[in-house]
C-alpha cells in the first residue's frame, strides 16, 4: 500500500525558533493536505497542496511531487502551534487519505 | 457556512454498550468520510460515501461498525458492542464533488470516544 512517512516523530522548540516538518510518499500524488491537530484533539487543515508552494501567515509549504515529499515550515514559532502535525495524501480523485503517524511539536514559552 | 460538525464531542461507555455518532457534513458536499485515531497512532481511514451510498468501507474494523448515511445528508457511525480497543477519537470529514479535480477534505471536531 501507499506509505507515508514523516519526520521528524518529536520536536520541541523554544518559542520563536523555526522549523521544518517533511512527509515523504511513496506513490505520486493526487492530493496532499497537511493538517494540525491541536491540544483539544481537532484537526486543523492547513494547506492543501499537490504541488508547488503556499503560505498562510507563518507558516508556507512545498510539495515536489517529482520527488515524492513535502515540507511545511513554521516561522517564529508560537505556544499556541503546538500539537501534532499530520500530512496525508490522497489516493485517487475523492478517495481515502492516508496519514503519516505525525510530527508532535512542542513550543515552549 | 457552517463546517463540518459532530456530535457528541465526548462520550464515555463502558464495554459491551452502544454508542452511535453523528456527522453533519457542509452542506452541498456528496462525500463524507469516517477516519478514527486509537492510541495516539496514525488517523486511519473507516469508510467513504458518496451521498447515500457507501463507495468503500475497506477500512472499517469488523462487523461492530454500521455506519449509514440515509438521505445522503447526515450519517451516523454505531459500535455495538463496544470494546476497550474502540477507544480513541472519531472525525467526520466531507468534500466536494467537482467530477473533475480532488477537493480539500474537511474534518469535524472529533468525537472523543472511552470505552470503559
Known amino acids: 500500500g501507499i506509505q507515508v512517512e514523516q519526520s521528524p516523530p518529536d520536536l520541541i522548540l523554544q518559542e520563536g525558533a523555526n522549523s521544518t516538518l517533511r512527509c515523504n510518499f511513496s506513490?505520486?500524488?493526487?492530493?496532499l493536505q497537511w493538517f494540525h491537530q491541536n491540544p483539544w484533539g481537532q484537526l486543523i487543515n492547513l494547506f492543501y497542496?499537490?504541488?508547488g508552494t503556499k503560505q498562510n501567515g507563518r507558516l508556507s509549504a512545498t510539495t515536489v511531487a517529482t520527488e515524492r515529499y513535502s515540507l511545511l515550515y513554521i516561522s517564529s514559532s508560537q505556544t499556541t502551534d503546538s500539537g501534532v502535525y499530520f500530512c496525508?495524501?490522497?489516493?485517487?480523485?475523492?478517495?481515502?487519505?492516508?496519514f503519516g503517524e505525525g510530527t508532535q511539536l512542542t513550543v515552549n514559552p | 457556512e457552517a463546517g463540518v460538525t459532530q456530535f457528541p464531542s465526548h462520550s464515555v461507555i463502558e464495554k459491551g454498550q452502544t454508542v452511535t455518532l453523528r456527522c453533519d457534513p457542509i452542506?452541498?458536499?456528496?462525500?463524507l468520510y469516517w477516519y478514527r485515531r486509537v492510541m495516539g497512532k496514525e488517523i486511519k481511514f473507516l469508510l467513504h460515501?458518496?451521498?447515500?451510498?457507501?463507495?468503500?468501507e475497506s477500512g472499517m474494523p469488523n462487523n461492530r461498525f454500521l455506519a449509514e448515511r440515509t438521505g445522503g445528508t447526515y450519517s451516523t457511525l454505531k459500535v455495538q458492542p463496544a470494546e476497550l480497543e474502540d477507544s480513541g477519537v472519531y472525525f467526520c470529514?466531507?468534500?466536494?464533488?467537482?467530477?473533475?479535480?480532488?477537493?480539500?477534505?474537511?474534518f469535524g471536531p472529533g468525537t472523543r470516544l472511552t470505552v470503559l
Open positions: 506513490d505520486s500524488v493526487n492530493n
Open positions: 452542506s452541498g458536499h456528496d462525500n
Open positions: 497542496i499537490p504541488s
Open positions: 496525508a495524501r490522497e489516493e485517487t480523485s475523492g478517495s481515502r487519505l492516508t
Open positions: 470529514a466531507s468534500s466536494q464533488d467537482t467530477g473533475m479535480l480532488t477537493d480539500t477534505q474537511y
Open positions: 460515501f458518496v451521498k447515500e451510498s457507501k463507495q468503500d
